[in-house]
């Protein structure tokens, strides 16, 4: 069993839907970071999360510590949403241990 | 705005050859990543360094692939002898780490290159 879970593993949506993609966990974690790779490869870091929820314009990440559990949430979705979403647990200071992502596709 | 810059964008050689694979990271960032990404494996950490020392390789098959850094600006990652199951989409990233706390920003605290995409024939 994979020590980070993503879910679902595939996602096709219409423009201006609520997306939410999980992501489960089994090890000890300082802090939960949610990534995000477009089609041509680059990888963007999205957030780092320790506890709570942050919100960063259309995209909102929630922990909760005591369920090893986050979600990444996209409000009013949009094409060029669509990507990869990775999440990723850090194990202390810096090694970070990597889900398999989750493949979003947004139609217009 | 300030990027990690990875040299070859590709890469492609045959069995046996040496790879180097170059990074150069965010300038004042004291720590460095090495990733790798399979189809198969998804992403891996490989090896990183802070303040230019190896601080965890153990990702990383040591009998034909090394990493250093020798200096601030730049990073190295070898692979001799190359085969082809090491194919696959290499990525560096940089960040800041102070007192063991992650520095900069709360929305990116590792900065990604564009990837050396490698293929072993």
């Known amino acids: 069993k994979n020590e980070v879970e993503q879910s679902p593993q595939n996602l096709t949506a219409q423009e201006g839907e609520f997306i939410t993609i999980n992501c489960s966990y089994s090890?000890?974690?300082?802090?939960l970071h949610w990534l995000q790779q477009h089609p041509g490869g680059g990888i963007v870091s999205l957030f780092m999360l320790s506890s709570g929820k942050k919100k960063h314009g259309r995209l909102i990440a929630t922990i909760n510590i005591q369920e090893k559990h986050s979600s990444l949430h996209i409000t009013a979705s949009h094409p060029r949403d669509s990507a990869v979403y990775i999440c990723a647990v850090l194990q202390g200071a810096q090694k970070l241990v990597f889900g398999q992502g989750t493949r979003l596709t947004i139609n217009p | 705005d300030a990027r990690v810059t990875q040299t070859p964008r590709h890469k492609v050689t045959e069995m046996g050859q040496e790879v180097t694979m170059r990074c150069q990271p965010i300038?004042?960032?004291?720590?460095v990543f090495w990733y790798r990404q399979t189809m198969m494996q998804g992403l891996e950490l490989l090896a990183y360094?802070?303040?230019?020392?190896?601080?965890?390789d153990s990702g990383m098959p040591k009998d034909r692939f090394s990493a250093e850094m020798p200096d601030a600006t730049l990073a190295t990652l070898k692979i001799q002898p190359s085969e082809p199951r090491d194919s696959a989409v290499y990525f560096c990233?940089?960040?800041?780490?102070?007192?063991?706390?992650?520095?900069?920003?709360?929305?990116?605290?590792?900065?990604f290159g564009d990837g050396t995409r490698l293929s072993i024939l």
């Open positions: 300038l004042g960032h004291n720590t």
């Open positions: 990233a940089s960040g800041l780490l102070y007192r063991d706390r992650v520095l900069a920003s709360p929305y990116q605290p590792q900065h």
């Open positions: 360094f802070r303040n230019r020392a190896p601080l965890d």
């Open positions: 090890v000890g974690i300082s802090a």
